[in-house]
């Protein structure tokens, strides 16, 4: 049981983080220090006061530059890297103690799911973009952190339940993200073959 109940906690990390990064961070850090979760391996560093004002601090830009249209796309870009990396990471940090013969494996694990969680949020970024309307934006964004927050509230109260649907999640995004990149391709196709309007004769 201990097993799984890990399990939920690395993969329910690990997707939240692909989401949002920061807010992962800060909520981990918080359940640790509150004695909500005891957070496996080197995982209780998250629970520095320092680091969870860092957290915090930066969840705030995200929440201001997440509901402006294509300034998320850009901020998305931009953590393209970072919050793979930073799920990969909760994932070594996690294993600490057990060598690298684990801790290897299961950050490139944590790390897929991460990559696999933001690719699945920054595809659906695009796609809303494509509507000049910003209020789905707002919308959208309210909707991730809230999923980040579901996710948090499982790994603390049920994370076997957190794991079973991460890994429904991915399963999902596979078949999710063939249909978004075909309605992608459509759009870019559509927007790149419009021919400018001619001059007024005069």
């Not at 690990?14 to 961070?25: F, P």
């Not at 629970?47 to 705030?60: D, E, K, M």
């Not at 870009?77 to 057990?98: C, D, E, K, N, Q």
């Amino acid at each position: 049981m201990e097993v799984l109940n890990s399990l939920g906690v690395l993969l329910g990390s690990s997707w939240a983080s692909g989401v949002n990064l920061y807010l992962t961070i800060a909520g981990l850090g918080i359940a640790d220090r509150l004695g909500w979760i005891a957070l496996p391996g080197n995982l209780d560093t998250l629970s520095h006061p320092l680091i969870i004002l860092i957290a915090v601090l930066l969840y705030v830009v995200e929440f201001v530059a997440d509901k402006i249209p294509y300034v998320d796309s850009a901020w998305d870009s931009v953590h393209t890297f970072i919050r793979p990396l930073g799920g990969a990471a909760l994932g070594y940090m996690a294993m600490a103690g057990t060598g690298p013969v684990l801790q290897i494996p299961v950050a490139l694990l944590t790390g897929a799911v991460s990559a696999d969680s933001h690719l699945t949020k920054a595809t659906t970024r695009v796609a809303i973009n494509t509507s000049p309307e910003p209020v789905t934006n707002s919308i959208a964004s309210v909707t991730e952190d809230s999923l980040v927050a579901v996710i948090l509230f499982l790994i603390i109260q049920h994370p076997i339940i957190a794991a079973i649907l991460v890994i429904l999640f991915v399963l999902f995004s596979i078949w999710f993200l063939k249909k978004m990149f075909r309605f992608l391709k459509k759009v870019f196709r559509f927007l790149g073959g419009k021919k400018p309007e001619s001059a007024p004769a005069q």
